[in-house]
């Protein structure tokens, strides 16, 4: 935690996003299910996906690019008994998302699995949150989405693929579900976002230019990675030898199943811009599958297997100097205990754009901070 960060209290940033969500021409019912998307990821301590990307990912691709539209139309373009397939015309990716894993929690309850696919989507925040409906639902969920090209494929510097996060959740016996929330690169955009906000390099090895060779200017990196001259590496590095190869193709599941389902937008079809550099929207695809566990067990004794499985990880031998071993979703729900009374952490670059945007909508909010 660095020492300019302050903690803002959960509930005021919420209401204050549902409010710029619906300055900014959000309906209210929708700014609600955006706000909500974003501040979760904040409880769980994934500041890469929370308030953080109010302004850059929604406010000003609405307001200043203009290629995000506010008001959602969600069409459903084919359905079938256990799938469908949206068009979400650029919309709001959140509220797009939210209502493809309803609908495909819906088809599993009377089909065993569920799956809907989506396309002229946009950004839809942490992923996990789409899966997580399925786990209350009593459900195993998955989600995946293409997004703008960052990952160079394994012996190539071209930025292709999209981070591309492959997102399964869990319900468990245990205080917590299991969710691995990750992309398919070895870091995340969103992750050089915050460390641009906060001055903070890049770390080797993570970013390669043109060339090949290692990038670490965060801010450059982002601007790089839009020009096409940058690229993130995939899991496992960027050769054969570390098992780059394996990110790459899993990368490229996400991004056939994202696109080719819907018949969305891939690759370089997902930049952002046209043939004279004008920004245009970028139609994300995503993927959601329920499936349901009582057609297959009783919930009660998936939950206690898999608790069994995870507690089993968490107690096996640790290395030299390790004094704890985790499972995915613990890290994130020991945030939360950590973070509930104290709201989430704002740093210096996201406090002067929630000035701003307070500032230019004309909102009736004070800050501590200021």
Same mark, same amino acid.
């Given at each position: 935690m660095t020492e300019d960060r302050v903690w803002v209290p959960f509930d005021l940033l919420e209401a204050f996003m549902v409010d710029v969500f619906k300055g900014v021409g959000v309906p209210e019912a929708d700014a609600r299910i955006c706000a909500e998307v974003l501040i979760d990821a904040d409880k769980r301590g994934i500041d890469s996906h929370g308030v953080g990307r109010l302004k850059p990912i929604y406010y000003d691709r609405i307001v200043k690019g203009g290629i995000q539209k506010p008001v959602t139309e969600f069409e459903v373009v084919r359905d079938r008994k256990a799938t469908a397939v949206v068009d979400g015309h650029d919309g709001m990716g959140m509220v797009i998302g939210k209502r493809c894993m309803q609908m495909a929690i819906d088809k599993a309850?009377?089909?065993?699995?569920?799956?809907?696919?989506?396309?002229?989507?946009?950004?839809?925040?942490?992923?996990?949150?789409?899966?997580?409906? @399925?786990?209350?639902?009593?459900?195993? =969920?998955?989600?995946?989405?293409? !997004? /703008?090209?960052?990952?160079?494929?394994?012996? %190539?510097?071209?930025?292709?693929?999209?981070?591309?996060?492959?997102?399964?959740?869990?319900?468990?016996?245990?205080?917590?579900?299991?969710?691995?929330?990750? @992309?398919?690169?070895?870091?995340?955009? =969103?992750?050089?976002?915050?460390? !641009? /906000?906060?001055?903070?390099?890049?770390?080797? %090895?993570?970013?390669?230019?043109?060339?090949?060779?290692?990038?670490?200017?965060?801010?450059?990196?982002?601007?790089?990675?839009?020009?096409g001259t940058a690229a993130l590496a995939p899991i496992g590095g960027l050769t054969e030898e570390t098992g780059g190869y394996?990110?790459?193709?899993?990368?490229?599941?996400?991004?056939?199943?994202?696109?080719?389902?819907?018949?969305?937008a891939y690759l370089k079809q997902l930049g952002g811009k046209d043939e004279q550099g004008k920004d245009i929207p970028i139609p994300i695809g995503h993927f959601f599958l329920a499936i349901d566990i009582d057609c297959f067990t009783d919930v009660e004794d998936f939950k206690k297997t898999t608790g069994d499985i995870l507690r089993a990880l968490r107690a096996s031998t640790k290395a030299p100097g390790k004094d704890r071993i985790y499972t995915c979703g613990e890290k994130e729900y020991l945030a939360w205990q950590d973070r509930r009374d104290k709201g989430a952490p704002v740093d210096a670059g996201l406090r002067r754009e929630l000035i701003a945007m307070r500032d230019e909508l004309k909102l009736p909010y004070t800050f501590l901070f200021e």
């Open positions: 309850r009377e089909h065993g699995l569920g799956m809907v696919v989506a396309r002229n989507s946009t950004h839809y925040g942490f992923a996990a949150y789409y899966p997580l409906m @399925a786990v209350d639902a009593g459900m195993v =969920g998955l989600t995946g989405t293409n !997004a /703008r090209p960052s990952i160079a494929p394994t012996h %190539g510097v071209d930025n292709m693929l999209g981070t591309n996060p492959l997102v399964f959740a869990m319900p468990t016996d245990e205080d917590f579900p299991f969710t691995n929330d990750y @992309a398919t690169s070895v870091i995340q955009r =969103g992750k050089i976002e915050q460390w !641009a /906000r906060e001055g903070k390099d890049c770390p080797e %090895g993570l970013v390669i230019d043109r060339e090949g060779r290692s990038s670490t200017d965060s801010v450059q990196i982002l601007k790089d990675l839009v020009k394996k990110g790459y193709g899993f990368a490229t599941v996400v991004e056939i199943l994202s696109a080719a389902l819907s018949q969305g």
